[in-house]
């Protein structure tokens, strides 16, 4: 493991991912040696479990399906449980790479939260209608927000370091998009220092896609909705010690 490894918990989130997530596990144990790796069993009904385990993963079940959010919840109180300073959420269907984990968490050493920015000028990934509307609009708002550029707020290849580990294991939104648009959202007005690196996204290995062009349009607004949402609520405190920071 390298140095800036130590400390880190990759968390997985898995729903139905039976058919990619051994391969995922694997390819995170090669190219992060020594790194611990949690899949997040959201209320599958497949095999999900049963693969994880085989790739000598640590996994955690949860009774029935809380979408992203929840099991993010439930990986960050791990963390705090376990003794991890940073949490990783990588993708268990194979779109991420491991790889790019080791520049996400060094990000860390002068930020709380880290984005794997996939339109910040590395890889081709590109969306087009409604879909890619919503992003743009996102990404203006919360930039101003989190007071610094951010082109990919609904990325969810993240590194979360140890004031963001302790906010998100309370507070970590479990609604639609909350894992993504909400939490920066409450990272940022908890005083939490945003940043983003470029990452290129992979095709997935396996499982459905969460989003196909049939929903697009209703993706647009739905984000909108979830911003208002995390905006019209109150900021979190954020306990530093002893000091309590709000924004």
């Known amino acids: 493991m390298t140095t800036s490894l130590a400390g880190t918990l990759i968390v997985m989130p898995a729903l139905n991912e039976e058919a990619s997530v051994a391969a995922v596990v694997r390819e995170v144990h090669a190219k992060l040696p020594g790194v611990a790796v949690l899949v997040v069993n959201d209320g599958s009904t497949d095999n999900t479990t049963v693969e994880a385990r085989s790739a ?18 439930a990986g960050f109180k791990y963390a705090l449980a376990h003794g991890y300073r940073n949490v990783v959420q990588v993708d268990s269907d194979g779109q991420h790479d491991p790889s790019g984990v080791v520049r996400l968490v060094e990000e860390l050493q002068t930020a ?15 969306v087009r209608g409604p879909r890619k509307w919503a992003m743009v609009v996102l990404s203006g708002v919360l930039s101003r927000v989190a007071r610094t550029r951010l082109t990919d707020t609904t ?3 993240r590194a979360t370091g140890p004031r963001a580990v302790r906010l998100f294991a ?14 920066l959202v409450i990272a940022a007005r908890s005083g939490c220092v945003i ?4 990452v290129a996204m992979r095709p997935r290995a396996g499982g459905t896609p969460s989003h196909n062009p049939l929903k697009a349009a209703k993706y647009l607004a739905r984000a909108g909705l979830a911003l208002v949402f995390a ?17």
């Open 195 to 198: 940043r983003q690196v470029p």
């Open 56 to 73: 000598g993963a640590i996994v955690a079940e949860l009774p029935y399906n809380l979408g992203v959010g929840g099991a993010m919840r």
């Open 112 to 126: 709380d939260l880290v984005l794997g920015a996939r339109f910040a000028g590395e890889g081709d990934y590109e």
């Open 231 to 247: 905006l019209i609520r109150p900021p979190v405190a954020l306990h530093n010690g002893d000091e309590v920071v709000t924004a």
């Open 155 to 157: 990325s969810g290849f």
């Open 170 to 183: 309370e507070h970590y939104p479990a609604e639609y998009l909350g894992d993504t648009i909400e939490s």
